[in-house]
């Protein structure tokens, strides 16, 4: 097979997905779309995917997968080793569960186009955008903590002592967190041990945002 992943270097969601492919043991050919400067929304990108986001993973040249859950439940199915689902049915559901606390709660309230929509349309102030970001992120990390730190489940990592698609979302989640908005995280003890333990794998601490090698030396911009 081969992969061919459209995404953006401070994209959480595409994080996600380079996190499930090293994981995985797969390299794919990455085409990076400037967010920041709007080339999600060229004809030759809406084109990939219609709804102008990232990321979409093409696979042998076939029409592109999208939304980074529906791409890392793939992978996991066309590439069982290691799973990264839970193999009875509730421990997948928690598992799907804690995912989506992140990935679908927590982080589209933050993505570029709410932002643009913040300051263009409602003429939020920077300070007032920059509130809203760290409310909503936070919050995500603190629902996610309400279950990691009482559920009998939760191990080393999200469920048990194997990396799982939560962790993947968890990570994306705290790096939203510490690395772009500045919010104080020590009420979230749990999610930030678990953190420091997908930090340890090379999958994880390699895909960061900022450490790719498109990331400004300066700091990832708001």
């Known amino acids: 097979m081969t992969f061919k992943l459209f995404g953006f270097w401070r994209s959480l969601a595409s994080y996600r997905v380079r996190v499930a492919l090293a994981l995985k043991g797969l390299k794919a050919e990455e085409i990076s779309i400037n967010l920041l400067q709007g080339r999600q929304y060229s ?29 890392l439940e793939y992978l996991d199915e066309t590439h069982p080793q290691p799973p990264l689902l839970p193999a009875d049915p509730r421990g997948r559901a928690r598992v799907r569960g804690l995912a989506m606390i992140a990935a679908c709660d927590g982080h589209p309230l933050v993505v570029p186009r709410i932002r643009n929509y913040l300051e263009k349309e409602l003429h939020v102030d920077e300070a ?10 936070l919050k995500a990390l603190e629902a996610l903590e309400a279950h990691l730190a009482t559920e009998r489940e939760t191990g080393r990592f999200c469920h048990g002592d194997a990396v799982t698609i939560a962790d993947i979302c968890l990570a994306s989640q705290v790096i939203a967190a510490t690395q772009y908005f500045g919010c104080d995280t020590a009420g979230v003890p749990t999610t930030m041990r678990i953190f420091g333990e997908c930090m340890k794998l090379e999958a994880f601490d390699k895909a960061q945002p900022m450490k790719r090698p498109e990331a400004p030396a300066s700091g990832a911009a708001h």
């Open 128 to 137: 007032g955008r920059n509130r809203w970001l760290a409310h909503w992120t």
């Open 43 to 71: 004809d030759d990108y809406k084109a990939v995917n219609p709804q102008s986001v990232v990321p979409a993973l093409a696979i042998d040249g076939g029409p592109p997968l999208f939304q980074s859950l529906a791409i």
